[in-house]
Each structure stands twice: as structure tokens, then as C-alpha cells.
């Protein structure tokens, strides 16, 4: 697992943003996704595994002292994705698996807070797979769930493709159509 396998910046420009996307590694553990409906732990806390590889992709320089994956702003950051090697396929799998647990309790929320959407599943292949859930605004949620038939704005990715593992969660604003293609292109490189 190398940063080889993390999504490239020049994924972005199919669905549409055109601005100059900065790529930031690093290695080691911490934070994987946005979650506060969960409380947002780093992924030792989840999985107790290794650390994992971390790319921030962001419209600026400007990152956070403590995590340069991270935009100072949160307007810049496009994306973050998290992705790591288990001893195996199967320990990859309930290591998804988990992850995505971890995500579901978001897509209940009282109205007015942010939501995500249902799990949309992608599969290329065998042992090849993600699991997606896009993200709604708080003023899209009157009823604790996210709406139907509105474009979610971003969202999160679980991925799975062999022994490997990995979380993508998109901030730019992209609806179905977009996430669909940024999580089919980082699962075909993880």
C-alpha cells in the first residue's frame, strides 16, 4: 500500500471543479472521518490496527499545524482519504465493514442537522467494493432523515478492494452523478 493507491487530484476535473488542487501526505493514525454525529475517533480507536496512509486534497497551501491532510479552511478542502493494507481480504472486509457501522448512525439526525443519505453500493469485481452515503445540508433535513430527490453535497466513501481499506469523504459539493464517478475512480486505484 503506497500513496499510488490514494486518489489523484486530476480525478476532480471530470466532475467539474476546475480550481488547482494541492495533494498532502502523510502516515500514521488519526482522524478518518468527519462524524460528529458519532463522535469522531481516529481509525487505532475504531480498528486498533496499524496506521494507514492520509491524502487531503485541497484548493490551498494552508494546512493545519497538527494534520497537513487538513485545509486551514474548511471551503478548501475538496477531500480526504484514508487507506491502509490488512493481513488479509477478509480482515479488510470486516474492517470496512466496521468503518461503514461507524457512519450509519448519521443518516438519522433531527431536522436541521446535516444528514447523510441512503448507502448506494458499488461493486467492480470481487473482493472489489465501496459503500457510499451522500451528505445533505441541515436545511434539507425536516424530517431526521435526508430527502428524497434532492443532490447530496459531498458525502462519505467506505472502500474495499483486496486486503486493502480505505474511507474517502468529499466536502466539494458534488451530487449523485459526481460522487458516483470520484468513488468509482478511488476504488479502482486503492
Not at 477531500?79 to 493494507?85: D, S
Not at 474492517?95 to 467492480?124: F, M, N, S
Request: with cysteine; charged share 15%; aromatic share 6%.
Amino acid at each position: 500500500m503506497t500513496t499510488a493507491d490514494l486518489l489523484d487530484p486530476a480525478a476532480f476535473g471530470p466532475v467539474g471543479i476546475t480550481a488547482q488542487i494541492h495533494a498532502r501526505d502523510r502516515f500514521g493514525d488519526g482522524a478518518y472521518a468527519n462524524a460528529a454525529c458519532t463522535g469522531e475517533k481516529t481509525l487505532t480507536q475504531t480498528l486498533g490496527g496499524p496506521g494507514a496512509h492520509f491524502r487531503g486534497l485541497m484548493t490551498s497551501t494552508r494546512t493545519d499545524p497538527d494534520d497537513p491532510t487538513v485545509a486551514v479552511d474548511s471551503a478548501d478542502q475538496v477531500a480526504r482519504e484514508v487507506a491502509a493494507a490488512a493481513l488479509s481480504p477478509a480482515l479488510a472486509q470486516n474492517y470496512a465493514e466496521r468503518l461503514l457501522l461507524e457512519e450509519v448512525p448519521c443518516q438519522a439526525e433531527p431536522p436541521g442537522h446535516w444528514v447523510y443519505g441512503r448507502t448506494t453500493t458499488l461493486e467492480l469485481g470481487p473482493d472489489v467494493s465501496a459503500n457510499w452515503m451522500g451528505a445533505y445540508q441541515g436545511s434539507l433535513n425536516t424530517s431526521g432523515t435526508a430527502p428524497e430527490g434532492k443532490e447530496p453535497c459531498g458525502g462519505i466513501a467506505v472502500l474495499r478492494s483486496g486486503s486493502h481499506y480505505g474511507v474517502l469523504e468529499v466536502d466539494a459539493c458534488l451530487g449523485t452523478a459526481a460522487m458516483s464517478r470520484i468513488v468509482r475512480t478511488a476504488l479502482s486505484q486503492l
